[in-house]
């Protein structure tokens, strides 16, 4: 089964400064990732995703994620940190192999932006 | 659309009563999803379902039960609450894109449960 490790379980970083969130999976032929955040008392909604085409993945709130295949990684990052993006992050795959029709998720990294 | 929505928003229970969580999507989809999360656990699949009538096992099902009566809706049941069952549940639904791969999952607001 796949799996998807995300090193990071804390990270606090002062506001307007960049930040990368890390993110590896299990290797796998055909795979589709994700990124999600989780604001407090709230459900998980999309920051950005891969499907195929450009490693490169700009997603919502001035995120990205670069797809890197030959490490099986996925690392969120932004330039510049804003207080409002406070918050527990998700990495997730959905794997052509499983059989399990399951998405995997990482064990969350909260990000704390500090004033 | 409404999306993905879940009926109670917060419920208290005692132990060994029992009572079903309710989870709706309007997005026509076939994949539903129940997960519960935990304090530096992320998420943890319970049960799933790939289409009207069909659910499967997740990572912990036990002592819980599902039913896909209608496509849109995934029933999660709890027939004895225990307190190891006091979480945050959250439903999903998705779809399969192509070459078996699942588009992104799209989530209820969860249900805050405590069990005393």
């Known amino acids: 089964a796949q799996s998807v490790t995300q090193l990071d379980s804390q990270v606090p970083v002062f506001e307007e400064a960049p930040v990368e969130l890390r993110c590896n999976y299990s290797?796998?032929?055909?795979?589709?990732l994700f990124w999600y955040v989780q604001y407090p008392n709230q459900g998980l909604q999309l920051l950005l995703k891969?499907?195929?085409?450009?490693?490169l993945v700009k997603g919502i709130n001035g995120f990205e994620a670069e797809f890197n295949k030959s490490q099986t990684s996925f690392h969120l990052r932004k330039p510049s940190v804003h207080i409002s993006d406070t918050a527990e992050y998700f990495c997730?795959?959905?794997?052509?192999?499983?059989?399990?029709?399951?998405?995997?998720f990482g064990t969350g990294t909260s990000l704390t932006v500090i004033p | 659309n409404a999306g993905v929505t879940q009926t109670p928003k917060f419920r208290v229970l005692k132990t060994g009563q029992s009572m079903t969580l309710l989870c709706a999507q309007d997005m026509n989809h076939e994949y539903m999803y129940w997960y519960r999360q935990d304090p530096g656990m992320g998420l943890r699949l319970i049960h799933y379902?790939?289409?009207?009538?069909?659910?499967a096992k997740g990572e912990v099902p036990d002592g819980y039960n599902v039913s896909r009566l209608k496509k849109q809706n995934f029933l999660l049941g709890l027939e004895s609450a225990a307190p190891s069952q006091t979480s945050v549940y959250f439903c999903?639904?998705?779809?399969?894109?192509?070459?078996?791969?699942?588009?992104?999952?799209?989530f209820g607001p969860g249900t805050r449960l405590t069990v005393t």
């Open positions: 290797s796998s032929v055909s795979v589709y």
């Open positions: 997730a795959v959905s794997d052509s192999w499983d059989t399990g029709n399951q998405f995997y």
């Open positions: 891969y499907l195929s085409g450009s490693t």
């Open positions: 379902s790939v289409g009207e009538g069909t659910t």
């Open positions: 999903a639904s998705s779809y399969e894109f192509d070459r078996g791969l699942k588009h992104e999952q799209y």
